[in-house]
């Protein structure tokens, strides 16, 4: 059983930044994929992006490609999402996921998570 709980949400100007954080409890964090979703109103969840259980490979979404950086550190059970050049389309609230025995790529379809946090808000304005 994994519990994740999101932080650093918030209203930021186009072209800005925000590092969201999500700690995650249980002694097995190592051993998850872990990723970032998000949903804007009246979308479906989309995937952001995710990282490996050792942090050395990540995959993103094009729409995030190049502006959005994840990293995760095994030691706090923490994995962060740093958003840069922030767009008004990048409004929406956040999800930290976790999967277990999963691929990076399985890891981008939303109904192969094992675990959910409870979303934090980004807005984006201009």
């Known amino acids: 059983q994994v519990q994740l709980v999101e932080s650093g949400g918030g209203l930021v100007q186009a072209g800005g930044s925000l590092r969201l954080s999500c700690a995650a409890s249980?002694?097995?964090?190592?051993?998850?994929?872990m990723g970032w979703f998000r949903q804007a109103p009246g979308k479906e969840r989309e995937f952001v992006a995710t990282?490996?259980?050792?942090?050395?490979?990540?995959y993103y979404a094009d729409s995030v490609k190049g502006r959005f950086t994840i990293s995760r550190d095994n030691a706090k059970n923490t994995v962060y999402l740093q958003m840069n050049s922030l767009k008004l389309e990048d409004t929406a609230v956040y999800y930290c996921?976790?999967?277990?025995?999963?691929?990076?790529?399985?890891?981008?379809?939303?109904?192969?998570?094992?675990?959910w946090g409870q979303g934090t808000q980004v807005t984006v304005s201009s």
């Open positions: 996921a976790a999967g277990l025995g999963v691929t990076m790529a399985t890891m981008s379809m939303a109904e192969k998570v094992n675990y």
């Open positions: 249980g002694r097995t964090f190592s051993n998850y994929v």
């Open positions: 990282i490996s259980w050792s942090g050395g490979r990540t």
